[in-house]
């Protein structure tokens, strides 16, 4: 490669005040009348190409020696002597450079100018300038010598190479200025003592164009920058919005993190395909408690659930993924055999009206809550209860208070009448008697059941079925005896519990009682009393082949006071109503199921 | 109404049955047979058996607490019977106690006539029999 042209629209300052500055393949004249005039042009222009990395060129010829081209440079450029040791200027006689072969031959000047060229350029010149003087050159060779200089204008206008052509005025004549001029880019002379420029119309063109154009690129640039510029503020607000609205989703998330998380309620939620995606902590503690172990993320719900709740899970989720919200109350047995209770929402959750990407599950533990309404549901149940019982009992014993008095009252009018016989009024008197008899009997009773609820405080002692039992056969030992009545009793399952025996012992001897008297005739009575634990309780099931009771019938009043079953039999009511007070007050509960003629049966449950 | 031709007394109570048989022939002066029961299966068998034909007026006390039958369960029996024993039956409550819910729930029986405190009187007698 023989030249590198860089920038050739550069504009380079030429360092002459009447130019300025050119563009590179640049080829311009300069006349001169005194030796002083040529240096005033020569200094500048090598001192610009110097300060501006170009390698120079003087081919000096007489009246100017090397010698003396290179004082003057010195004298005009400070750091001559350092340019040339570097190697960046030098100094030759214009034989070297025209006249190489003993002749003028244009061939190998031009051979010259780009071997030096290429010299400059790899030597990291950015370009090469220079100066040659004519004032050697021969009439006889003047013609080629002009059409060299004429092709000269073509050989450098790719290259980066700013040639000036000095001419002594004394050697022109008039005519050969003008065709000096017109070979050349532009001429220079001094006149009238100052330096002028004639510069050929394409010059000036050309010039014109790169100063056009430079306008019009630092305009471009100018435009590009603001554009820039522009872009970029747009790009900072940008970022700056992107940046708050981040700040701002990252608060939102932040504030709905610490709901989600400080919540006393349990959030589970899931995809719809009922796989977890994110739940809080109280939902951790809920599955853990409930399920023996956490959720994790991704798992499927299903396999946290038994094949029953699997289904009712399943269905639930359906019905939600339709766009329905589920309230309800649920119950898991926990593995220390506790039941929890949950208040439990299933809801979509929706992006878009219609559209559901999953189910979001809330359940708060509502087991405290849940147990105490439960233990008050069962106090008022039982409240009620008793409370029949005892409006039952006032019932009864006003009933069977005022029944004897009704009686005195009656009897006793007739008997202080005149108008009877003396043994009437006697008559009048052993009713009156009878009907005290009755009278204190009730209270008699009442006192009983009095006494019966306030020994509850008696001491509670292992008791002995099979002693229990024995005690009874010797206090009811001649009705036993006269009914031929036979006890069968199995107690090995339980033989003895921890209660209040008087209690027990008093169950015992109603109920033998109850049997004996109200067995069927011609049917030897059979009882048959067996102990069996169940759980944490002790169970006593206790049998008779008598005359039942019919208990669509009496059912309701079975344990009540003076309720009586049978007709023409002794017996007042009090057996069972005294059995059902005391198994109360052991905690316990007793059931009856009989049939009329062939028996009763009682089961009652007491804590161990 | 008149003197009835019969008055019935159905209590389990037989000192309660022996007062009113004295009170109800001081009050009549035995222009009334007067018919005790003591057990309700027997009166009613009596009841149906003697007027599924005959139309004898009759007063018939009755009272509440009795074992098996109570007074109520009779009134349920008599109200199932044949209309000619509740043409010639009118029922007279008598309770040792009066407890107005018995009142209520006996004034809910068209055979029942009025509600009596035990000890019968004379005078509630006679007042039945628009003596007075």
Redesign the interface.
Known sequence: MLTKTKNPNELRKTGIEVISETSWGTHFCNFYETKQDMLDILVPFFRSGLENNEYCVYIACSPVSVEDAERSLRKGIPLFDKYLAEGKIEVINHTEWYLKSGNFDPVDVFDCWDKKLNLALNGGFEGLRINGNAAWLERRLWDSFLEYENDLNHHIKDKNIIVMCTYPMDKCFAADVLDVAHVHKAAIAKRKGSWEIFESPDTKRSKADILKKNTQLQDRVKIGTQQLKDASTDLEIVMLKKASTEEALQRSNANLASIFENTDTGYLLLDTNMNIILFNKIASELAVSSFGRNYMNGESMYNMLDEVSRQEFKSRCNSVLEGKQIKFEVDYHGFNNSVYWYDTRMFPIKIDEGKHIGICISAEDITDRKTRELEKESITLDLIHRNKDLEQFSYMVSHNLRAPIANILGFSKLALQDKYEESEVKNFIQQIDSSAENLDEVIRDLNMILQVKTESHAKKEEVRFAEILESIRKTLKNTIEKENAVIIENFEAAETIICRRVYLYSIFLNLVSNSLKFHNTGVLPHIEITTLKKEDKLIIVYSDNGLGIDLKKYGGKVFGLYKRFHHDTEGKGMGLFMVKAQVDILGGIIKISSEVNKGTEFTIELNQ | MKIPDRIIVLDD?S??N??CR??IKEALEEKSEIVMFT?P?KALIYINAEYAINGISTVLFLDI?M??LSGWDVLDELSKTSSAVKENITVYML???V?PNDKKRADKFDMVNGFY????TVEAVQDICNMN
Request: aromatic share 10%; glycine share 0%; net charge negative.
């Open positions: 109570d000192i309660n022996m007062f004295y009170i057990s299966q607490n074992p098996v309770s040792s106690s407890d405190e035990k000890p019968l």
